[in-house]
């Protein structure tokens, strides 16, 4: 597709509430639809059973999904040290993407948990957002993002909580949640 008359967004989804990857999937679908081909590294999910990762399959070869993260950074089973180097995986598809040419938009999700967990820089991510051709879209997702990754940014979504079905001890729900 041609992307001549394109602008390129660096574009932020972040806040406490749900819904970051879910705004970053509806770009994608939307980028898809026109023609567009877009890429999603995921940085911290491994779970197979998304649904964003079956969409992949379904869009593909349009959209590519990979998912470099080995789950939450909290839980003790995995050692920090191998989250760390699953996140500077990450940072190289990251700059593969970005640069390649082949994709009008590029998502780094969860790359901001990745950031606040000390698994990457504040200038990994700030160099990665260099990188981006002025024609090709970029988000970044995930809680906590940084002044200095808002500043740079075309466009800042902050999600808010209100409400969440978890507060009532409803579960992650398949289709909704993940």
Request: charged share 30%; aromatic share 4%.
């Amino acid at each position: 597709m041609d992307r001549s008359d394109l602008t390129g967004i660096l574009a932020i989804f972040t806040g406490d509430g749900k819904g970051q990857t879910s705004a970053a999937l509806g770009a994608v679908c939307r980028a898809v639809g026109h023609g567009c081909r877009a890429r999603m590294i995921q940085f911290i999910k491994s779970d197979k059973r998304t649904g964003e990762l079956a969409l992949s399959r379904r869009l593909a070869p349009d959209f590519e999904l990979e998912q470099v993260g080995l789950g939450f950074t909290w839980r003790e089973e995995t050692p920090r040290e191998e989250h760390i180097r699953a996140a500077r995986r990450g940072l190289e598809l990251a700059r593969e993407a970005i640069t390649s040419g082949r994709y009008g938009i590029v998502v780094l999700d969860e790359i901001l948990y990745a950031l606040r967990g000390g698994l990457i820089s504040l200038q990994d991510v700030l160099d990665l957002c260099d990188l981006r051709p002025e024609t090709m879209h970029l988000i970044l997702t995930g809680r906590g993002a940084p002044p200095e990754l808002i500043a740079r940014a075309d466009m800042v979504t902050e999600m808010r909580a209100v409400k969440h079905h978890s507060q009532d001890g409803i579960p992650a729900q398949r289709c909704l949640d993940y």
